[in-house]
């Protein structure tokens, strides 16, 4: 049987949590993250429900960022996957090389083996690496096939030397827009059921006993998602305020949650007034994509490292840095 008391465990955690710090993990750095009230509010109904959770957005609302962290908040393990136009549902369950398997095959023609050992020296597990569905579904049976193959493409990291499968894990499947149709439904049956067949293991992986993980699963609405995947979806949408007042407040509490004290309160509420005048001007010419909190993040960043504490210079590079940071397409270019 599942443990419900872990999942509840996990929902109460839920509760009492406002930020989390992120260390560096790979190609992430080191970051901050700040919950609002209806982002826990749908990983708590996730986690209830066994449901994955689609997160809609436009860049840079921070949606993959809520997936990494929501794991360390819970101390589980996170798996992620960028998704691109080539990527198939099954590269999300493992890699075979076929590649490898026939250059040992040609390799052994001309040895005297038995049969036997032909076969082990063939072994199709010597030949597979899990992928992140395989590691968040079953880290055991994932880690024992990773160690046992010579085809090891990635492991992932453990959040802390303590952590143990039976903790759980969080699977982020990003921008799932770029794949063609087949990903998303060729994922339905697996995220239905929490478990799956790999065709070299006896036994399915995940199911029974197994914790479900936490699926997010993220869009950037570059392509419409099948209906059928989308119903077994849990949705949160991911909007930046609409109203001026509440659209700059967002933006300073970012810029101070990332930086602190090193540019004054003047200068996040500029770069936050420049940014949504930007955002203006992109809708006028019928840009799609609008400046965001990633573009105002980048202008802030740079700022604080080529200003040097010297807030007369924030002001004046403002405009400046701005010009490269939020104008990213010709038309933004003409009046």
């Known amino acids: 049987m599942i443990d419900r008391q872990k999942i509840i465990a996990d929902i109460e955690k839920l509760q009492n949590i406002s930020e989390q710090t992120l260390p560096a993990n790979g190609s992430w750095p080191q970051s901050v993250h700040k919950f609002d009230e209806d982002s826990l509010d749908a990983l708590r109904t996730a ?52 590649v490898a398997r026939l250059a040992e095959a040609q390799t052994l023609q001309g040895q005297q083996l038995d049969t036997v050992d032909r076969k082990k020296l063939l072994d199709c597990k010597k030949f597979i690496s899990p992928g992140v569905i395989w590691w968040a579904l079953d880290w055991k049976t994932a880690e024992d096939t990773y160690d046992k193959s010579q085809y090891q493409l990635i492991k992932p990291e453990r959040p802390n030397a303590e ?100 540019c004054s309160e003047d200068i996040y509420r500029s770069a936050a007034k420049l940014l949504l005048r930007e955002r203006e001007r992109a809708r006028d010419k019928s840009l799609t994509h609008l400046p965001g909190q990633a573009e105002y993040l980048d202008m802030l960043r740079a700022i604080v490292v080529l200003g040097k504490n010297d807030p007369q210079q924030h002001v004046a590079m403002l405009n400046t840095i701005s010009k490269y940071t939020m104008r990213k397409y010709p038309q933004m270019l003409t009046d």
């Open 163 to 262: 952590w143990q499968p039976g903790q759980g894990s969080v699977l982020l499947i990003d921008e799932i827009d770029k794949a063609n149709l087949e990903l998303p439904n060729g994922l339905l049956e697996i995220l239905g059921n929490n478990a799956v067949t790999i065709p070299w293991l006896d036994t399915p992986i995940g199911g029974g006993e197994h914790l479900p993980p936490l699926v997010i699963i993220t869009t950037n609405e570059e392509r419409e998602l099948p209906a059928a995947f989308v119903r077994r979806c849990l949705v949160l949408h991911l909007d930046l305020p609409k109203e001026d007042d509440a659209f700059i407040n967002l933006m300073i509490d970012r810029a101070q949650l990332h930086f602190k004290e090193a």
């Open 47 to 98: 986690l209830a429900a066994g449901r994955p959770l689609l997160l809609r957005g436009e860049p840079g609302t921070g949606k993959s960022q809520l997936a990494r962290a929501v794991a360390y908040a819970l101390d589980r393990l996170f798996v992620y996957q960028v998704i691109d136009a080539h990527t198939e549902s099954q590269d999300l369950l493992w890699r075979f090389d076929a």
